[in-house]
Every structure is written in C-alpha cells, then in structure tokens.
C-alpha cells in the first residue's frame, strides 16, 4: 500500500531562541535531578555554607564597630561585657570572622563544582547527540562555525547561570535585606530607608540600561557569529581559496565582517562605560548621604565613632555585591541569551524520526524495493519522479545519468537520510520508516564520492568502520583497498595523521581509506556513489576488483560515471531528470541503442583509458587475454570508424 510522508519544507538557516523562562526551567532539573540524591545533597550543603557565610560577613562590620569603641575609649555598650574581649581579642576575632567569610565561600564553591560540571557535561552531551539527530538537510543549510559557537556559548552560559544565580543573586538578596535590617534597628529607620532607596534606585537603573545592552550584545553576538561563519568557511575551502588566488579576496571578506563586529564591540564598549559612571553615582550618593547622617550623631554624641565606622563598613561591603550585581546581571542575561539559541537548537525537531513501533530491520536476503519513489529536496522541485525497480538479493545494480538526474538521492533515500514524499523504500519487504534506523545504518556501507576523513590517524579512520577492530582486520581490509603498502611506507606508518578532512592524503588515497573502512564494517548492503572516481586508471582496476569481490553474495548499488566499471552489472537502471528511462543489462542497453548506448560511445571517443577498459572487459568475457599495448592498438582502431 503506497504511503505518503510529508517532507519539511525548509530548514531553518537558522536557531530561535527559548524564551528566559523556558530557559531557566530547562536548567532547574539538572540542580534537582529525580533520583539523584547526591545532587541534591551537595546542592543543600551549599546553600547551607552560603548562608553561613553570609551571617559571618553581616557579623564583620559590627565586631570591628566593637573594636574601634573599645580602642577609642567609647562609652555606650561596653564590648567586653557584651562579648568578654578586650580590644586585642576582638581584633583577632574581626580577622576570624573576615577568614570565616572567606572560608564558608570556598567550602559552598568546593561543594557545588560538581553539580555545576555535571551539569554542563549532561546539557553538551545531550545538545551533541541532538545535532547528530537533526537531518541532512538542516546540516546542509546550517553553517558549522554559528553552529559550534551557539553550543559554545551555550554550555558556557550554563555553567554562569547555575554558579551565579544559585550562589550570588541569592546570598546578595539576603546580605542586602540583613544590612537593611541591621540599620533600622540599629540606627533608626531613616538610615534603613536611604539603603532601601540607593539599593532600589540601582537596580533599576542597572536592569534598565542592561536590557539596552543586552541588544547591543546580541547585535555583537551576531557579527561575531558571521565572521567567525566566514573564517571557518574560507579554511576549509583553503586549496579553493588558492585556486583562485582569492587570499586578498577572502580577507577583505572576513575582514569587512569584523568592521561590522567592531562597530557592534564599540557601542557595547561605550554602553558598559554609561552604566558604570550611573552606578558609581547612585551608590557613592547613598554612602555620602548615610555617612554624613551617622557624622551629625556622632557630634551630637548620640553615635559613638565606632557605629560611624560601621556605617561606612557596611556601606561598603553591600558597595561591592551591588557593583558585581551589575556585572552579574548583565552576564545571566547574556547567559540567558546565549542558552536560548542551545536551547532553541535542542528543541529543533529531528525530521527523520523512528515511528513508535519501529522494529529493528531483518536482512535475510538483501533484496531492495523502490516502490513508485517521489521525492523532493523542496515542494517546488521534484527530484524523483515515480522511480520504481527491484534489486535482487546479491545481484549488482548500477544507476547511470547525468548529473541531477537523482541518482544520489536514491541512495540518500535508502540510507533513510530523508524520508520519500510519497511511495515506498523497502528492504526484504520491510518499509524503512517502519524500522530503526540504527538497525538499518548498520546493514548498509557507503563508500561516497567525496571521502571525508577525521583529523586522527590512518588506523583510527580505518578502524572507524567497525568498533574495537582487531589490528588483524584493520591490516586485512587496507590490504584489500590497495593502501596497506603506502601506509607502510610512511614514517609513521598506521600512525600517521590525515589532516582536517583528510587534506593531508591525495584523493585516491582519502578514497582507498573510506573503501578500507566499509570493508571493515562488511555490511550485506552496500552503496558505491562513484567510490573510484577519485582514483587513477590503474589503481581504480585494482580496487574494482576488491569491490567485485566484496559484493559476491550482497546486494550492492553502484552509482557511475564510468560505464566501464558497471558494465557487469546484473541491472543497470539510466536515469534522466528523476526518471528511469532504460534499464537492462549492458549488452541488451548497448542493442537497444537509446540513451545508454549513446553514453556508451560518447564515452569511448573521449579518451584512450576508456577504450583500454572496454576492451579488456569485452575481451574478459571472451575468455581472451589482453597485454596493454594490445589494448590500445585495438582501441584505435574501434574509435577510428565512430569518428
């Protein structure tokens, strides 16, 4: 029965951002997880040092109050009667008292680490297995550089939200509102009310300029993302950038998206200046105001220069969380920010999904069935066109065409990397979106015309292709791609490393490495998409012969340029813009004389290396040996009658 799958029409080009609620409440569970009770343990012992060290910096100003009375002489409330010290011990006990703040802050801080690491480890683990979640189709249209910086600054944000929220927003609300409490009934509420006053005006002044530059940051955010998009995009297209000789080019590029990056860094830089002459105002105007208030009691002799000196202390100790207030402030909105867009990206929904009941995926024989297939990178533009054909359980398949005529896209659809618009994909009768699709990666190898190599070693690429690889088996399967004997030339032999994408190793060799590592992984299914296109005429025969004999007994879809190489294919399917057209064996393709035959002889008229193949593949079947020079003797004289 023919199904039908809505495709996602576009990917998003780029990541929206969770709104500051949202956000928060996605970070909560990681400080209280279920099930986690030394979580929670570690979480209580610090708020449990954070409060004491919050009563032990409330308690400084007073003891040296107490100090300075009993050094001046003070009458009033005589300190050791109230606390037994004399001057020299409540000295001593004012620097205890300043270590024990000290103290029972770093104890809160030792605590909480590990919740805090634990944390960002979850949150960019989970982000990294959701990126590799999303489609193909997001990751062609997202830029990696935005995309490393958005989970970048995203887990730095965490670590700032959980560290400051928890263990300064929360210790300053209470030390401000102890100070205030401490002044009304110490020295009236007038006092009280001038802290209130300073503290509230502030904070609004403070949040309000902030949310200004929270915009001028994003702005900055944002021209840091392009030019860093930009570097990371001229880098890895470096031998095109030398190509064309395009180094000044590439640098007036990057360097025009830094002169915007710059005027954005400037207005933020001047915002931060702003808030900080306004800060400074506020609070040195409600330090002058008590102090001189607390100067007049004191000529009036109703304070003593002890409670002067406590004003002053305790106006400047609530000086300095205020100032880091601003600093914090600004930073938990930039973190909130910053975890918007990781938390956007994690809420980016997967387009290829296993269905609820999905099954994982029995080959019993390997047979493969496109079923009447369309399919569409876009609504607007249809690639396949009702493609439907049978591949027999171990027989070869070959799909020739010209470029666009979606012969990658069927092995992009059999690989489920997107799901078909309408029709059906199935394997041994299994429809694709029916089973795992973990199940199903495993039974299919792709060797892509493009090999892309990780920055590691030979081995560990090599290796890639099947978890914990014996030495043996990692040998065997360089032996079979034709590379083990350049490996062991190297200095480094197996050890050697490949460079950014491989850049390091010449195109036949990145080729011969990713055919080693799918023979490593010797799946039932696999999926030539022009495997040798990158290899030279003699290494490509050598290879072929490898990948011949690695598709005895498996079903295999070749896709190819060179018709010499598929010309012993059990089916061979021609393709023209999303529809096949012919399909049979070469020889009944080449009596047919259609479109295959004409690509056939287009082909042997553009070069001798061609001819050479044709006819040690024809002379092949006649059970004839052909020496090289042979070869090509015969080969002019097939192509003089064509010309």
Do not use: C
């Amino acid at each position: 029965m023919r199904r039908t799958t809505k495709n996602a029409t576009t990917a998003d080009s780029g990541t929206s951002r969770a709104p500051a609620m949202t956000t928060i409440r996605r970070v909560a569970p990681y400080l209280w997880p279920e099930g986690q009770g030394w979580v929670k343990r570690r979480v209580v012992f610090s708020l449990v040092f954070l409060v004491m060290a919050k009563l032990v910096s409330v308690l400084t100003p007073y003891i040296y109050k107490l100090a300075v009375d009993s050094l001046a002489g003070e009458a009033g409330t005589d300190p050791r009667a109230l606390l037994g010290l004399g001057a020299v011990g409540l000295v001593v006990a004012y620097g205890l008292a300043r270590l024990g703040t000290v103290l029972f802050g770093e104890l809160r801080d030792a605590v909480f680490v590990r919740v805090g690491q634990r944390a960002i480890r979850r949150l960019a683990i989970e982000t990294f297995t959701h990126i590799h979640q999303l489609s193909l189709r997001y990751h062609i249209t997202r830029k990696t550089g935005g995309l490393s910086r958005i989970i970048e600054r995203g887990v730095k944000g965490v670590d700032f939200l959980l560290r400051f929220m928890l263990l300064s927003i929360g210790p300053l609300i209470l030390e401000l509102t102890m100070v205030a409490v401490i002044f009304a009934l110490v020295f009236g509420w007038q006092y009280a009310a001038v802290v209130v006053v300073t503290i509230a005006l502030y904070v609004w002044f403070t949040f309000t300029v902030t949310e200004w530059r929270v915009k001028l940051r994003r702005e900055m955010n944002d021209q840091d993302t392009d030019a860093n998009q930009k570097a990371i995009d001229s880098l890895l297209n470096y031998e095109t950038v030398k190509y064309f000789n395009a180094e000044t080019r590439e640098a007036d590029r990057y360097d025009g998206a830094m002169r915007q990056y710059e005027t954005a860094a400037v207005k933020t830089g001047l915002s931060l200046s702003f808030l900080n002459i306004g800060q400074a105002t506020l609070i040195t105007s409600g330090l002058v105001i008590v102090m001189a208030m607390s100067a007049v009691g004191v000529r009036s002799g109703t304070l003593t220069v002890g409670d002067f000196v406590m004003v002053n202390a305790y106006m400047i100790q609530i000086t300095m969380p205020l100032n880091f207030l601003g600093t914090v402030y600004r930073e938990i909105r930039q973190a909130l920010v910053d975890m918007g867009e990781m938390f956007g990206l994690l809420g980016q929904p997967a387009e290829i999904v296993d269905a609820p009941d999905a099954k994982p995926l029995q080959v019993k024989a390997g047979e493969i069935t496109f079923d009447d297939v369309h399919f569409g990178y876009e609504p607007t533009r249809e690639i396949l066109k009702g493609v439907s054909f049978t591949l027999k359980p171990g027989q070869k398949l070959a799909l020739v065409g010209h470029s666009g005529s979606g012969k990658s896209t069927i092995g992009r659809l059999l690989f489920r990397f997107y799901d078909v618009t309408s029709g059906a994909v199935r394997i041994d009768g299994q429809d694709l979106r029916d089973v795992t699709q973990t199940s199903l990666h495993a039974q299919i190898g792709v060797v892509p015309q493009d090999t892309v190599l990780f920055n590691d070693t030979i081995r560990y690429n090599i290796a890639y292709g099947k978890a914990n690889a014996t030495e043996e088996e990692i040998v065997a399967a360089a032996k079979a791609a034709r590379i083990h004997d350049f490996v062991t030339r190297l200095p480094e032999g197996y050890e050697t490393k490949v460079g950014e994408r491989g850049l390091k190793l010449s195109g036949g060799e990145k080729q011969r490495v990713g055919i080693a590592r799918t023979l490593l992984k010797n799946p039932p299914i696999l999926i030539l998409d022009e495997a040798t296109s990158a290899l030279d005429t003699q290494t490509e025969r050598s290879i072929q012969e490898s990948l011949s004999e690695m598709g005895q007994g498996r079903s295999v879809i070749t896709i190819a340029h060179r018709l010499s190489t598929i010309a012993d294919a059990d089916q061979i399917l021609v393709m023209e813009e999303g529809r096949v057209v012919e399909h049979g064996t070469h020889d009944a393709l080449l009596e047919k004389g259609g479109v295959y035959a004409a690509m056939w002889q287009r082909q042997i008229m553009e070069g001798e290396d061609f001819a050479s193949q044709v006819i040690e593949f024809e002379g092949a079947k006649a059970g004839l040996r052909y020496t090289e020079r042979e070869a090509a003797r015969e080969d002019n004289a097939r192509a003089a009658p064509i010309g």
